[in-house]
């Protein structure tokens, strides 16, 4: 069985969808990607995850060295979260992802209840 895609015109943009970022099962941040490939590939991101190796939680590291980082389809909820962020955020060409948890010296806005 094959799923074809609703034909589109050429330069129709794709339109993009929001993934939630999982290190090792916990729901972290939540993102903007073309489709799941593209997501998988911000996941593999070597300053992502470095960034991802600096931040703390409670003073706890939000990722290890050797944490599994995996992209899955954000919630109705964790899509809430995303938009109210990209509201807030102030205009950059810099993707914009919305932290699901508390980060330490960071002032977050929480919608919804946390993980």
Same mark, same amino acid.
């Given at each position: 069985?094959?799923? /074809? ?8 943009? /794709? ?33 992502? /995850?470095?960034?991802? /190796? ?62």
């Amino acid at each position: 069985m094959s799923v /074809r895609e609703p034909s589109r015109q050429p330069d129709q943009p /794709r339109p993009s969808q929001i993934f939630t970022l999982e290190i090792n099962g916990r729901p972290t941040l939540v993102f903007e990607a073309m489709g799941r490939a593209e997501a998988c590939e911000i996941c593999l991101d070597a300053d992502l /995850r470095s960034d991802l /190796r600096a931040l703390t939680s409670d003073k706890i590291p939000i990722c290890a060295n050797d944490a599994t980082l995996s992209p899955r389809p954000a919630t109705q909820e964790e899509i809430a979260a995303f938009k109210h962020a990209i509201k807030l955020a102030p205009t950059s060409d810099e993707p914009t992802m919305a932290f699901l948890i508390k980060i330490d010296g960071v002032m977050v806005i929480a919608v919804g209840t946390q993980h």
